[in-house]
Every structure is written in C-alpha cells, then in structure tokens.
Nanobody, 123 residues
Framework: QVRLVESGGGLVQAGGSLRLSCAAS????????MGWFRQAPGKEREFVAA????????NVVDSVKGRFTIFRGNAKNTAYLQMNSLKPEDTAVYYC????????????????WGQGTQVTVSS
C-alpha cells in the first residue's frame, strides 16, 4: 500500500520559513518524480514544484520562485519543500504527490497523494 505522509505545516508570520516533508512508503521512491501542490479555501489545487527522479532537476511555479525550494532524499524516501519569505497568500493546504510522468504539473498526472498539511501565514 502506497502512503505519502506530509508534515511540517503550521502557523508562521509573514517573512518566516517552514520546511515541509513528505515521507513515502510502499513504493520505489527513487523511481518516481515528486511534486508539491497547494489548495487555498475556495480555490482549485495548484502546482507548486516538482523534482525529477533521476537528475534532481526541478520546476517551480513563478509565484514562489526564489522563495521555495524542492529537494529530495532518496535514501530516506522523503521529499521536501523549503519555504522562505512566506506571504499570507501562501496560506493553503499543501499536498505532496508522486508520478511516473516527467515534467508533470497537472494534478491529474499524479498517481499518489498525501493527505495534506496546513500552512497558515499571518500578516
């Protein structure tokens, strides 16, 4: 059974930082590309960042470029999202996901999902 479990969310003031973790089990982690999405209240789920399985190359949405970094530790079966200079508009539930498809930015392209972790940024 595949499980993706996010952690690290919480309440932070604007300008602060958080590191989200996504612990994977039940799959061969190093063979999957990993992604992070977020969903704010009343909005659709949106792509945030992805990292490829092989060379670790990344893709980050423009709204968080320069502030968020995605990386992975294959030995620990864990993906991470380092979030710096947080803004109130970053408030959302953050989800990690796994996919076979390279360069996937659509939620429909992802095969497995975590339950999400809440990130709240106060002004």
């Amino acid at each position: 059974q595949v499980r993706l479990v996010e952690s690290g969310g919480g309440l932070v003031q604007a300008g602060g930082s958080l590191r989200l973790s996504c612990a994977a089990s039940g799959l061969s982690f190093s063979t999957y590309h990993m992604g992070w999405f977020r969903q704010a209240p009343g909005k659709e789920r949106e792509f945030v960042a992805a990292i490829r399985k092989s060379d670790g190359s990344t893709n980050v949405v423009d709204s968080v470029k320069g502030r968020f970094t995605i990386f992975r530790g294959n030995a620990k079966n864990t993906a991470y999202l380092q979030m710096n200079s947080l803004k109130p508009e970053d408030t959302a539930v953050y989800y990690c996901a796994a996919t076979w498809r390279a360069r996937a930015t659509s939620s429909s392209d992802y095969d497995y999902w975590g339950q999400g972790t809440q990130v709240t940024v106060s002004s």
